[in-house]
């Protein structure tokens, strides 16, 4: 599927979201976590192995979702009836989202789409992108709880193309980082004015 | 060290702060970070393994920090001088914390103390426990950013006293799975009226 294909993927685009975090801002922050190019490296290995199995990793996240109504509500109306096409529209772009995070360079571009992403899960643009009417917002309580089943289910998908286990552990903490990373630049529309 | 011998650690006492969250809400954060039984068993289990080596592990998490000027300023004064007997001040309540996250049992009292560290980070109590004049707050992207090196530097630990390395795994997500429930917890004070 090329990008273009997916509705509400507007990467790179005039009509996404400027970042307010400064490059060296970011830096410190990639620090903090310490993510090197060694990890860039792998993420593109991951991405190599990954990029036959997205739909598993999507089976995987989206049983986990559903199978938790205090998740699956996220995806629904604010009275709890389920919007299909909601939920297939988001799995498009969250494919999207596991290849981008392993193949894209972190750049200025990459950078705005995290506060886009960030953005889409508060009460300033949540189902806006589907043109849904869903619950207001995903607080950010669960931004930051997803940080571990998006992480630690991963790791059986990257040892799937034969790899090493020392190539598999690389892979996986290069991973764990870039998620990490990114949810902490998802937060910043959720902080309070100086807080970030 | 007996708990009453660290200054400011107020644990299970009148003067903790009172977290907003309900036990319900609380239950809802664990699911989603696949907190469960075995955790708590494999975490008490990761206590006696750390039990001895606290001062080790302070060791590497504040040599990482000390390394750092991004982190380093957050136990300097505005202007950027050190203040050593802060650092030392929240490195003993560091320790118990380690312990803490390991033996107590995540209570109404554990969660309280979840608002209370948070608060500390906070321009609202920030420096306050040690009557000491540093940075206003620590910014809510290292709380989320830490998750990561406080993570994966334990892993070391934890393999040091003679346990199998699927216990040793087990103990690894066990804790990886409270520190991302804790910076959670932690999160709330930063977020907007509504947004947690």
Tied chains: 1, 2.
Excluded at 89 to 101: E, H, P, S
Excluded at 143 to 155: E, G, L, Q, S
């Amino acid at each position: 599927m090329t990008t273009a294909a997916i509705p509400g993927y507007t990467y790179g685009t005039e009509t996404v979201a400027k970042s307010p975090i400064s490059m060296e801002d970011f830096e410190l922050i990639k620090k903090t976590v310490l993510f090197t190019e060694e990890d860039e490296k792998y993420l593109h290995l991951a991405g190599e192995v990954l990029q036959d199995r997205v739909e598993d990793v999507l089976d995987v996240w989206y049983s986990f979702v559903g199978s938790h109504p205090h998740l699956i509500r996220y995806f629904s109306t604010p009275d709890g009836k389920l919007i299909e096409e909601y939920l297939m529209a988001v799995r498009k772009r969250f494919g999207q989202w596991i290849l981008d995070t392993c193949q894209r360079p972190y750049d200025r571009d990459w950078l705005n789409y995290q506060q886009e992403i960030g953005l889409r899960h508060t009460q300033e643009k949540k189902g806006q992108t589907d043109h849904v009417q869903s619950v207001p917002h995903i607080g950010l309580r669960y931004m930051i709880a997803f940080i571990y089943p998006i992480t630690a289910t991963i790791k059986p998908f990257l040892a799937k193309k034969g790899n090493s286990s020392e190539e598999v552990e690389k892979m996986y903490q290069a991973w764990f980082k870039s998620i990490v990373l990114q949810v902490t630049l998802w937060s910043y529309p959720y902080a309070k004015q100086g807080y970030f």
